[in-house]
């Protein structure tokens, strides 16, 4: 393969299927590779837009980049594990958070990336940087971050011989979710992803209790049909909405499936996750809805009524299964160590050390 030297910044373009890279000094060079690697000679991280990224990054052209305009890359991060994890413990908890906060997200996303990663062998990469996997940011600064992964380095959650898919959420408002009820057809029905109560622990989080939203019936009704459309759902049928109801609750209490009833008297049941997911979809083009009109669970009251949909009683942030984020730091701040706070929150499963 030919190596190439650049002064940095470097502008990477795809246009009529080729790529061309062009640097600081305007020099450029059109390429028709299926992948283009870029890594610094001095080791140091690259930077891709606000963010920098350690060792080195991918580019793969998209299948859906348009053969006669500008096209868009995948960007990947090759890193080993636990430097990847650096890079998203210091993202998903807040950097003045305990170590001991910190040592149980570590194992918990540790035990999460390995079982995605055995899921994903037909994609050239292995984890999404978004809430899709685990949020990612590149490069690490944070001093506990790096503390609690080389603390926990090889450690995962284990059940029955095998890594537990260790989901976890912001805040679950006291009640968790089945993984089983929250991501059907993604994970086996194990004990440590079982629904439980877990009391009032997260309760200092800003989204223990939210709401209420309001949402126009009309609009609501048609991002719904819409979401049904993208995702082959029989949601897609449904005209406007007349009744949103829970159509079956999990052991503790909290919603699993709802039913839609449309006015003409169609009645469609969704998982809990879907009608949270249909309800915050956004079709391309469409202006994204403001922060504040997203549920941010799908544990809540509901009510049409009026030409509104009233979403009342919000309960938590994020799917509920597994390890809350507020809750593992409320623990800890109690005294509790990183091992029994995973142990509350995936009960039957250990903390187990595999290199």
């Known amino acids: 393969a030919k190596v190439y030297r650049y002064t940095l910044p470097l502008t990477v373009t795809l246009r009529e299927g080729a790529g061309v890279l062009r640097d600081a000094g305007g020099r450029g060079v059109r390429w028709r590779l299926s992948k283009l690697l870029i890594e610094c000679d001095d080791g140091e991280a690259l930077k891709l837009g606000d963010r920098r990224y350690p060792r080195r990054l991918v580019l793969t052209p998209r299948q859906d980049a348009a053969p006669s305009g500008a096209g868009l890359f995948d960007v990947v991060n090759h890193v080993p594990l636990e430097t990847y994890l650096l890079g998203v413990i210091e993202r998903e908890l807040y950097a003045n958070w305990t170590l001991e906060t910190f040592k149980a997200q570590a194992v918990a996303a540790r035990s999460y990336a390995l079982w995605e990663m055995t899921i994903g062998r037909s994609r050239h990469y292995d984890l999404e940087s978004t809430t899709a996997s685990q949020v990612y ?8 971050a790096i503390q609690a992964v080389r603390a926990t380095r090889g450690q995962v959650i284990a059940y029955e011989g095998r890594v537990v898919p260790a989901f976890f959420s912001s805040s679950t408002g006291g009640l968790g979710q089945d993984a089983l009820v929250a991501f059907p057809n993604r994970v086996e029905d194990i004990a440590p992803l079982r629904a439980r109560e877990h009391g009032a622990w997260d309760r200092d989080s800003p989204t223990y209790r939210w709401g209420p939203i309001v949402r126009d019936t009309a609009t609501l ?3 719904i049909a819409a979401w049904g459309l993208r995702r082959k759902h ?4 449904l005209g406007p909405l007349h009744r949103i109801d829970v159509a079956a609750r999990n052991r503790v209490g909290r919603p699993a499936q709802f039913a839609l009833i449309d006015t003409s008297g169609r009645r469609v049941l969704i998982a809990c996750e879907h009608l949270r997911n249909a309800c915050n979809f956004t079709r391309e083009g469409e202006i994204p809805l403001e922060k504040g009109q997203r549920l941010l669970s799908s544990h809540f009251d509901v009510a049409v009524s009026g030409g509104q949909v009233r979403f009342t009683t919000g309960r938590g942030h994020g799917h509920g299964v597994g390890l809350s ?3 593992a730091q409320a623990m800890a701040k109690a005294g509790h160590g990183y091992a029994a706070i995973l142990g509350f929150y995936y009960p039957g499963a250990q903390v187990t050390t595999i290199y």
Request: cysteine-free.
């Open 137 to 144: 940011g590149g490069k690490a600064s944070n001093t506990t």
């Open 221 to 223: 009704s048609r991002r």
């Open 234 to 237: 029989a949601a897609e049928n």
């Open 325 to 327: 984020q507020w809750g």
